[in-house]
């Protein structure tokens, strides 16, 4: 029953994060720990779903891709994923889905805040390096790798297409970067590979599409703020019963 609801959660999440660019984590993460799977579970079948689904994107959007910009994203997360993979093996889980709970409740705040803030200058020197550490931090430790990420893109108004794909480009890296940090650390969920992530990748590839091709016919700003709403509650759930 657990792999039956967490395959319809990913399906919603993977549809999010395909509408949205960035939703995936920040609604897969608190709603299969509120099912009460393990956070070395959780972080690992959430680092190996979005990877797959992002590859689609990464290749589709390109030509729209800032080289450098992603590059010291990717470069900034390695150091990240290695301190968040320690995080996740050595403090206590109820401790961390505490700390995910704020954190996801924390992102939807400033996320959407960003979506009515003013038009602001580009990043200072070093941000995507910074955005990148913090991404990587919170990949391996509760797989919230995008928040940094997308507030800084977020901040520098980027048009949407390049906004999807520095992002899709981020998630493959980063996520397979950190899949190997997790093995390296021993914190890697085999049972999280096999069977969930087999059973539940078809689910999260159909969601993904479907949100991917729906998005340019939902009104932009009322669907990511309902998203949000959806994000703030899920992660305000999983920090009262952490």
């Known amino acids: 029953m657990t792999l039956v609801v967490g395959a319809i959660s990913v399906f919603c999440a993977s549809f999010l994060g395909g509408a949205t660019g960035f939703g995936y984590s920040l609604v897969a993460t608190p709603v299969l720990l509120l099912l009460g799977l393990p956070l070395p579970f959780v972080v690992t079948v959430n680092l190996a779903l979005a990877f797959v689904t992002r590859l689609s994107v990464a290749y589709r959007l390109r ?40 954190v996801v409740m924390i992102a939807a705040v400033l996320l959407a805040r960003s979506l009515s803030a003013p038009e602001t200058p ?20 509760v797989s919230l790798n995008g928040v940094a990420p997308v507030l800084l893109l977020a901040r520098d108004r980027i048009e ?14 980063s996520n397979a970067i950190g899949l190997a940090v997790l093995l390296a650390a ?8 096999f069977p ?30 309902l ?9 305000g759930v999983t920090a009262i019963t952490a």
């Open 196 to 225: 969930a992530f087999v059973l539940w990748l078809p689910g999260s590839l159909a969601g993904n599409w479907i949100g991917t091709t729906l998005a340019p016919r939902l009104p932009d700003i009322a669907f990511r703020r």
């Open 63 to 102: 030509d729209d891709v800032w080289p450098a910009r992603v590059a010291w994203l990717i470069a900034g997360s390695v150091p990240g994923l290695w301190l968040g993979a320690e995080v996740l093996t050595t403090v206590p889980e109820s401790t961390i889905k505490l700390a995910a709970g704020v």
């Open 122 to 141: 580009r990043s200072v020197p070093g941000a995507p390096v910074v955005a990148g550490f913090l991404g990587g931090f919170l990949g391996s430790s």
């Open 227 to 235: 998203t949000l709403v959806i994000v703030f509650v899920a992660g």
């Open 160 to 173: 949407p297409r390049a906004f999807l794909a520095n992002l899709a480009v981020y998630f493959v890296a």
């Open 186 to 193: 021993g914190a890697l969920d085999p049972d999280a590979l």
